[in-house]
């Protein structure tokens, strides 16, 4: 069966610093991958989705970057942390456009 | 312009009771519709779609949900509520005639007492 792995679960980062979450799919191949964002506990935002490896389309214009060196492997980062990119990361996979999304369990990244 | 909404930001349901979450969207093509569940601090788990088909469709943990065209909505149900089914709920649509991006409503907490 597949499975995401997502990590860290909690990140306390100072401001300027820079940031890296990694996301990992198991048991699929080829699998479409997105990073949502969520503030406030409620409306998710798309930040990027790839269809395959180096292939990211970037939806929002900020302060982060998205990578996939990997078939099933999803990097989220930035070079320096604002007080703004605080919020719950939600890493996700599916099959096919018209498939469910599957998500990880999420990273509260705090920026102080 | 598609659009997903979700008129609730809360709903509350005694125990055993039916409940329903309403979701109204718009969309220029064929809609595709999903259900999502988020429990605190977790992911979101699916719970239903609909694609085509039979406009009542049913899902995990005893829910179910209602595609009705003409009032363009997909209201999620279930017939007696659990106290464990307290959580956030996302309605999400997926246009045909675009690319795959889903369009989220922006969830409705519902709470189920005792």
């Known amino acids: 069966s597949q499975t995401i792995h997502q990590w860290p679960a909690t990140l306390v980062q100072p401001v300027g610093s820079p940031l890296s979450l990694e996301c990992t799919v198991e048991?699929?191949?080829?699998?479409?991958l997105y990073w949502y964002r969520q503030a406030a506990g409620r409306g998710l935002q798309l930040l990027f989705y790839?269809?395959?490896?180096?292939?990211i389309s970037s939806e929002v214009p900020q302060n982060l970057s998205a990578s996939r060196p990997q078939d099933r492997q999803f990097i989220l980062s930035s070079k320096k942390l604002l007080l703004s990119d605080s919020g719950f990361y939600l890493c996700?996979?599916?099959?096919?456009?018209?498939?469910?999304?599957?998500f990880g369990n999420g990273t509260r990244l705090t920026v102080t | 312009a598609q659009s997903v909404a979700q008129p609730e930001d809360q709903v509350n349901v005694a125990e055993g009771n039916p409940l329903t979450v309403k979701c109204t969207y718009s969309?220029?093509?064929?809609?595709?519709l999903f259900w999502y569940v988020q429990y605190p601090n977790r992911g979101l788990q699916f719970l239903l779609k609909y694609i085509t088909g039979d406009n009542l469709v049913k899902g995990s943990y005893g829910f179910e949900a209602e595609f009705n065209k003409s009032q363009t909505s997909f209201h999620l149900k279930k017939p007696s509520a659990l106290v464990s089914d307290s959580a956030l709920y996302f309605c999400?649509?997926?246009?045909?005639?675009?690319?795959?991006?889903?369009?989220w409503g922006a969830g409705t907490k519902l709470i189920i007492k005792p």
């Open positions: 996700a996979w599916s099959l096919r456009e018209n498939s469910p999304l599957h």
């Open positions: 048991g699929t191949s080829n699998p479409n």
């Open positions: 790839s269809v395959g490896i180096g292939q």
């Open positions: 969309v220029s093509g064929n809609p595709y």
């Open positions: 999400a649509v997926r246009d045909s005639d675009s690319n795959y991006q889903l369009i």
